[in-house]
């Protein structure tokens, strides 16, 4: 009996063994930037694919070991295939606490054969409410795409396969204020959101798809680190460029370059679909950077 007993051990011993090898091997990566946070039973790795489940048991996110202050940070998706209407994929960065800045991609799925739309948001101080919705030009269910996010001390930009559709500029000399005194930690998670994600939540969740299955591969954070031991001035003299340069800060990438604000108006003509700085009814006032942002 307990020769039988030990045999059995050993072989699911092994198995477990190997199962956790191919994946620490193949999502090494992964494994170096990034945690689960919660709901570990719902994920997968296979190869060099981490895949997140939700089902009617729980959704699934992960979050980045380190914070950063400034630069860019990139993660290729494949969202949820065929019926995702009801789910929330997201991909962003936040600080903590209660004055909290925030840089959001969320991705709002839809029902089969309908389109996917990109909500972006942005936090500053805590406050947030400057949703922009666009559409995508290719199907975002049929294969990995880049989503990215720059932040340095110029401008925040959303990149969606290199091309901008979102910028965030740095107004202070306007009195408007600016995400720069926070370092950030990387997050990503998919959830129910039938309330309000698809078709302003007409459309609920059809459990009986589940589970809805996000992928991801090639996790890359190129951004100034900061220890959770370092005192906040330390962070910001290390990520402010007062030891060092780095690529972000530089004129270059300060600004978009004619290409990209080309890009950028292609976009906003052709696939946006809402924005704040142009909803009178919910904003009476014109939010003060819209007024100044020109695009
Ligand atoms: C879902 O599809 C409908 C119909 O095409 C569209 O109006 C809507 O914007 C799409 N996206 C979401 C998230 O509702």
Not at 84 to 97: I, K, N, R
Request: hydrophobic content about 35%; proline content about 4%.
């Amino acid at each position: 009996m307990a020769v039988l007993g030990f045999s059995k051990m050993s072989v699911s011993f092994g198995l477990v063994v190997g199962l956790a090898l191919v994946g620490l091997v193949m999502s090494a990566r992964f494994e170096e930037l990034y945690q689960p946070s919660w709901a570990m039973d719902h994920f997968a790795y296979e190869g060099d694919v981490l895949r997140l489940k939700l089902d009617n048991y729980s959704g699934a996110g992960f979050s980045s070991k380190s914070k950063y202050m400034f630069g860019k940070v990139t993660i290729q998706i494949k969202l949820v295939e065929g019926d995702s209407a009801g789910t929330v994929t997201a991909f962003y960065m936040s600080s903590d606490g209660p004055n909290h800045n925030e840089f959001d991609f969320e991705f709002l799925g839809n029902t089969t054969g309908e389109p996917y739309l990109v909500q972006t948001n942005l936090y500053v101080n805590g406050v947030g409410n400057r949703e922009q919705r666009l559409g995508l030009w290719f199907d975002p269910t049929k294969d990995f795409h880049s989503y990215s996010v720059l932040w340095n001390h110029r401008q925040v930009v959303f990149l969606v396969n290199e091309t901008p559709i979102r910028v965030h500029t740095n107004l202070e000399h306007r009195g408007i204020p600016y995400p720069k005194d926070q370092p950030m930690g990387v997050y990503s998670s998919i959830w129910n959101a039938d309330d309000w994600a698809t078709q302003g939540g007409r459309v609920k969740t059809d459990w009986s798809h589940a589970p809805f299955v996000a992928s991801y591969r090639n996790f890359d954070i190129d951004a100034c680190e900061c220890p959770g031991t370092a005192a906040a001035a330390d962070n910001a003299r290390r990520c402010s460029g007062g030891e060092r340069r780095y690529w972000w800060d530089e004129p270059m990438v300060s600004e978009l370059s004619l290409h990209q604000s080309h890009q950028l108006m292609w976009v906003r003509a052709k696939h946006m679909i809402y924005d704040y700085c142009t909803d009178t009814t919910r904003f009476p006032v014109t939010p003060a950077e819209c007024v100044h942002h020109r695009h």
